[in-house]
């Protein structure tokens, strides 16, 4: 009885790993072969990439901190943060 529950425990342990293993190659083929295609294939997107590097262009960065609302959302939410602190340790100072 106990050499069944360890051969099952083992070959559900060798499952687990094994779909572990399927997904992390699933997941690196699609980053670094199924993503970089239309880089290749596509003229446009090839052209943006290359200008983007020719400019050393962070396309992640130029959608999130070149834009002046990003900045004024970013401060809000910093005061946002401030005052509410603020206001927690006023409570705590009033008990």
Same mark, same amino acid.
């Given at each position: *009885?106990?050499? !069944?529950? +360890?051969?099952?425990?083992?070959?559900?342990?060798? $499952? $687990?790993?094994? @779909?572990?293993?399927?997904?992390?190659?699933? =997941?690196?083929? =699609?980053? =670094?072969?199924?993503?970089?295609?239309?880089?290749?294939? +596509?003229?446009?997107?090839? !052209?943006?990439?290359?200008?983007?590097?020719?400019?050393?262009i962070?396309?992640?960065?130029?959608?999130?901190?070149?834009?002046?609302?990003?900045?004024?959302?970013?401060?809000?939410?910093?005061?946002?943060? $401030? =005052?509410?602190?603020?206001m927690? *340790?006023?409570? @705590?100072?009033?008990?």
């Amino acid at each position: *009885m106990q050499e !069944h529950i +360890i051969t099952q425990y083992g070959n559900d342990l060798t $499952r $687990r790993w094994l @779909k572990l293993v399927l997904a992390l190659s699933a =997941f690196l083929l =699609f980053i =670094f072969v199924i993503i970089p295609l239309p880089i290749k294939y +596509i003229p446009a997107v090839k !052209h943006y990439v290359e200008t983007a590097r020719e400019n050393n262009i962070s396309p992640g960065a130029l959608y999130y901190t070149d834009v002046p609302v990003s900045g004024a959302a970013e401060s809000n939410s910093r005061n946002t943060v $401030r =005052f509410y602190y603020n206001m927690q *340790m006023a409570d @705590k100072k009033a008990d």
